[in-house]
């Protein structure tokens, strides 16, 4: 790990000058100067002066641990086909979180899964083609840029009736793809 270049780069990040840190610290500008550029070490007791002056703990400054990734591409999508549709999970081990966002492609003439009355809420959004939705005994006619919004309170899926593709984004709460 390079401790200078973590230690500048929370330094900025909270908005501090080297003076300011030093001023903080009961450091000279010039020694912090040498911590940031690694030309010193710092001892324990005064890295842990400066790493609290910056408003976090040893063991916060010293975890490696990646952030969580909140931006996901292609790559990152999970897919899998059907002979009615296609399910792409658009945001890897969703359904491990509270909501389960899928892109959802179903081919003419087939269906997505039944799914079966839960607890919980699912939102659509028709990014292509027609299709209908099934929800309970209704069935509702849903277009390309409308979108739905339902309790998982009955049985439904969704059918497309048509020779065209039908793309859905689809989000359910709890996770039920």
Not at 30 to 59: C, M, R, Y
């Amino acid at each position: 790990m390079d401790i200078g270049a973590r230690l500048k780069m929370l330094r900025k990040k909270n908005g501090l000058t080297l003076s300011e840190l030093a001023s903080r610290c009961e450091l000279t500008t010039g020694f912090l100067s040498q911590i940031e550029n690694n030309i010193s070490s710092p001892s324990i007791v005064t890295l842990e002066d400066i790493i609290l002056a910056l408003g976090t703990t040893l063991k916060e400054f010293f975890n490696d641990s990646e952030e969580k990734k909140i931006i996901f591409q292609k790559d990152d999508f999970f897919e899998h086909e059907t002979n009615d549709y296609i399910i792409k999970w658009v945001v890897p081990d969703a359904q491990k979180r509270a909501i389960e966002p899928i892109v959802i492609t179903i081919k003419p003439h087939g269906k997505s899964q039944i799914i079966q009355p839960h607890d919980g809420e699912e939102f659509g959004y028709v990014l292509k083609g027609k299709a209908t939705l099934i929800y309970g005994k209704e069935e509702k006619i849903i277009k390309n840029g409308q979108t739905f919004y339902l309790e998982g309170d009955k049985t439904h899926y969704i059918e497309n009736k048509g020779e065209d593709l039908v793309t859905i984004l689809w989000i359910s709460t709890p996770p039920s793809f």
